[in-house]
Every structure is written in C-alpha cells, then in structure tokens.
C-alpha cells in the first residue's frame, strides 16, 4: 500500500540556514505533491505544489525538488526565520481510493532557533 | 480566501456520549473531509463526501457516522465516545476534481481538540 515517510523528529536550525525537509514515499506514482504549513493548534495551510514533470518549484524562500527516480521530494526553507517554526506536512495526490483524496505524511517539525 | 469553520476549538465529553462535530465551508466545494491527527500517525482519513447526501468510508471510520444535509455543511458523529476517541479533529474541504491530473489542494479548518473522558 502507498506509504509515505517524513522525517519523525524535529530539525532543529539556526535562524539564517537553509532548512531541508524530506519526503519519501513507496508503492505509489504520485501525479503531485503538495507542501501544506501547520502551526500549533491551527490547520494545515497549503504552501506549494509541485506535478511530477516538474523537477523544481519556487515561491520567496521556499524551493520544492521532486525526484521521481528515487521517490523523493525535497522542502527547503532559505534564511529561515524563528517564524518559519511549525510542522510540515507533504502530501500526494491522487490519494489511496481516488482522486479526489491527499494522502498526507506525519510531518516534520521545525524548529529555527535565533 | 475559502473559510472552513469549525464549530468548536476544544470540547470535553464522557464516554458513551453521542458527540458532533461541525463543520461549514463559504466557497461552495463539492468535497468536504474529516480527518483526526494523532501524534506520530498523522491526519488519516475518518470520512470523505463528495456531494449532499452522499458519503464514503476513509481509512478509520469505525466508531464514527457523518451527515451532509447541505453542501456547505459536514458534521462528524461520534455515535457512542470512547476514550481512544480522544484526539484533534480536522475537516477540510476542496473542489472536485476531475482527473488524475487535476489539483486537490486541501482548506483546512483549525481543528477541535476532542477530550473523551
């Protein structure tokens, strides 16, 4: 069945570097990948969206890779920000039961220290 | 921007309580979620509706019933709480989506904290 990893524990980072997020997944092509921002207590919030003929997407800071050889995608923050603090959740789609489901990882937290 | 309201932020029961949970959506969306997120096991699906009246079964969706009277209303049931009910509810809700190809980018609601005592 479709599976997709997120690192569990938090990335700790100092305030200025570059955060890098991980997202694997297995059993599953995947037609796109959305990056949604959660903070505590709220909802996720859509981010960023990248298809799977697209190698690399970008928005201000933010950088999204996809690499389909090795089921792979890629979330990096640049000059992170103690605001940029929260978990991050990647999701595929179409989901497991059709498309018009996400399947969503764990998440990662994210911690930028100043 | 889309507006997904949820009816309570916190909300504490007792076990064998029939429990609802709210959720109205402003943007018109034909596919309203609910999901519940546990620590370390992410948001998994509890139930999907794609339409008024019609619903179907996600990953967990035992223990629970859902209502879709109006399109921009989803309420989740708790038909008889548990402790192991106990957990933060998300409903979300998106456009329809008309192939593999389309976007299903979810709204998300800011959830509420469910205590089952």
């Known amino acids: 069945s479709q599976k997709i990893e997120q690192n569990s524990e938090a990335l700790n980072i100092q305030e200025g570097k570059t955060a890098t997020l991980t997202c694997n997944y297995t059993?599953?092509?995947?037609?796109?990948l959305q990056w949604y921002r959660q903070d505590p207590g709220r909802g996720p919030v859509f981010l960023l969206l990248?298809?799977?003929?697209?190698k690399e997407k970008r928005k201000e800071r933010l950088k999204v890779t996809f690499d389909t050889t090795l089921k792979q995608s890629l979330f990096h923050i640049t000059a992170s920000q103690p605001a940029d603090s929260a978990t991050y959740l990647c999701?595929?789609?179409?989901?497991?039961?059709?498309?018009?489901?996400?399947?969503f990882g764990t998440g990662t937290k994210l911690q930028v220290i100043p | 921007d889309v507006k997904v309201t949820q009816s309570s932020r916190y909300l504490v029961k007792r076990t064998g309580e029939k429990v609802f949970l709210e959720c109205v959506q402003d943007?018109?969306?034909?596919?309203m979620f609910w999901y519940r997120q546990d620590p370390g096991l992410g948001l998994r699906l509890i139930y999907f509706?794609?339409?008024?009246?019609?619903?179907e079964k996600g990953d967990i969706p035992e223990g629970y019933s859902v209502s879709r009277e109006k399109k921009e209303r989803f309420s989740l049931i708790l038909e008889s709480a548990s402790t192991n009910q106990t957990s933060m509810y998300l409903c979300?809700?998106?456009?329809?989506?008309?192939?593999?190809?389309?976007?299903?980018?979810?709204?998300f609601g800011d959830g509420t904290r469910l205590s089952i005592l």
């Open positions: 979300a809700s998106s456009l329809w989506v008309r192939s593999d190809r389309d976007l299903n980018l979810q709204h």
């Open positions: 943007m018109d969306h034909e596919n």
């Open positions: 059993n599953y092509s995947p037609a796109y």
């Open positions: 990248i298809r799977e003929n697209e």
């Open positions: 999701a595929l789609g179409p989901g497991s039961g059709g498309y018009q489901k996400v399947t």
């Open positions: 509706s794609y339409d008024v009246k019609m619903k």
